[in-house]
């Protein structure tokens, strides 16, 4: 997803960040990471607000997404995690954000750095078991409505969502102008880092507490699955439901963001 997406719902959507830094002595370093088939500026609706309130918030650009050219055959899950644990750097007691594909990233990073890492937070977002990937949860959504629409190109090892069924599948909730963009701007999506299962352990991804941010009208990762792999994983300590698509980040970005910050104390 380009900038404009972000420009375009925040004029439609009359939301505005018009809130000043403030000192916070509870301030905390949020990093938000992108699902499939968008990029960093997907958050730039929900940045502000999460700023305005004394946080460090960090947007993490995957490799192959956005601008980033980095060729398909070089990308792997892993090259995903590093580039996470690359922005966190040395940082401690970080916010780690993963949307829909980035649960299976932030998972595998909390099980690499547990020890910088407060809390999980899935947005949407797939929640595996240790050795499952995000193509075997898929496998398991008879509700999703991306299967209708996807497209796989095995001679670039990629995929991408028809061009008539984005907007059933990301944006349904959109303003008809933002959902239009992005079906004109989808890219495709690498496939391996969709195939390859985490390895995740208790005594490391299973020490970090962890939040699940549900979104009940979703097309992407449905809610019956969201459902399903929060019963699953059973250390989830606290669940949030945003009435929205699979990008609330776009159609609701105000009630999204406070429930990050909410989660963020």
């Known amino acids: 997803m380009k900038t404009a997406i972000i420009i375009m719902a925040m004029s439609v959507l009359g939301f505005t960040a018009q809130a000043q830094k403030t000192n916070n002595k509870n301030s905390a370093t949020i990093v938000l990471v992108h699902g499939a088939w968008a990029d960093a500026t997907a958050w730039q609706a929900v940045i502000p607000v999460l700023k305005a309130q004394g946080h460090e918030v960090i947007a993490v650009n995957l490799p192959g997404h956005g601008s980033?050219?980095?060729s398909f055959a070089k990308i792997s899950l892993q090259s995903y995690v590093d580039v996470v644990k690359n922005a966190i750097g040395d940082r401690k007691n970080v916010i780690l954000v993963g949307h829909s594909m980035a649960g299976l990233v932030i998972s595998q990073v909390a099980e690499e750095i547990p020890g910088q890492i407060k809390e999980l937070v899935y947005l949407a977002a797939y929640l595996p078991k240790n050795g499952e990937s995000l193509l075997s949860l898929a496998k398991q959504d008879a509700d999703s409505h991306v299967g209708k629409y996807l497209q796989i190109d095995q001679a670039t090892g990629s995929a991408i969502v028809a061009k008539d069924g984005v907007v059933d599948v990301f944006a349904a909730d959109a303003p008809?102008?933002?959902?239009e963009y992005i079906a004109n701007n989808i890219k495709p999506e690498p496939l391996a880092?969709?195939?390859?299962?985490?390895?995740?352990?208790?005594?490391?991804?299973?020490?970090v507490r962890k939040v699940y941010i549900h979104t009940v009208n979703d097309h992407a990762v449905s809610f019956s699955?969201?459902?399903t792999m929060v019963k699953n994983n059973?250390?989830?300590?606290?669940e949030y439901s945003l009435p929205s698509s699979h990008t609330p980040f776009i159609s609701m970005p105000d009630k999204l963001a406070a429930i990050l910050l909410t989660a963020s104390k």
Not at 176 to 179: K, R
Not at 193 to 207: I, N, Q, Y
């Open 193 to 207: 880092p969709l195939a390859t299962p985490v390895t995740l352990t208790d005594g490391k991804f299973g020490s």
């Open 68 to 70: 980033d050219t980095t």
């Open 225 to 227: 699955l969201q459902n």
């Open 234 to 238: 059973g250390h989830i300590s606290k």
């Open 176 to 179: 008809a102008q933002v959902g």
